[in-house]
């Protein structure tokens, strides 16, 4: 059975579709894009650091009992047309908060 989080976001896809996106400019769909980190926040406690990697936008992703020493590095799909660390933060801090260790996603 697919997750809530899961079934607003095949939504927002569709509506999107239906109201004729795809023939927006790429710079509005982006935008659009975007309004998909809204559906699920990350937790309270995650602190977040921006930062660049070869100039494209990054960021770090800390808990407060993180085992030191470890690093997971997250690249999000979409050939860095669609999607940002701003739209995957919440993944990526569930990922990183069961796996007990800092994230650093690009």
Known sequence: MPSIES??????????????VTRMPLSVQRAQFEISS???LPP?????????IAGRRAEW?????DLPGHVLLYIHGGAYVMGSPLTHRGLVAR????????????
Do not use: E, K
């Open 38 to 40: 809204l559906v699920r």
């Open 61 to 65: 992703l800390r808990h407060p009992d």
């Open 44 to 52: 309270a406690s995650l602190h977040v650091t921006a930062t660049q």
């Open 95 to 106: 990922i990183a908060r069961a796996s007990g260790i800092a994230a650093l996603q690009i």
């Open 7 to 20: 079934s607003l976001f095949r939504m927002l896809l569709l509506s999107q579709r239906m109201l004729g």
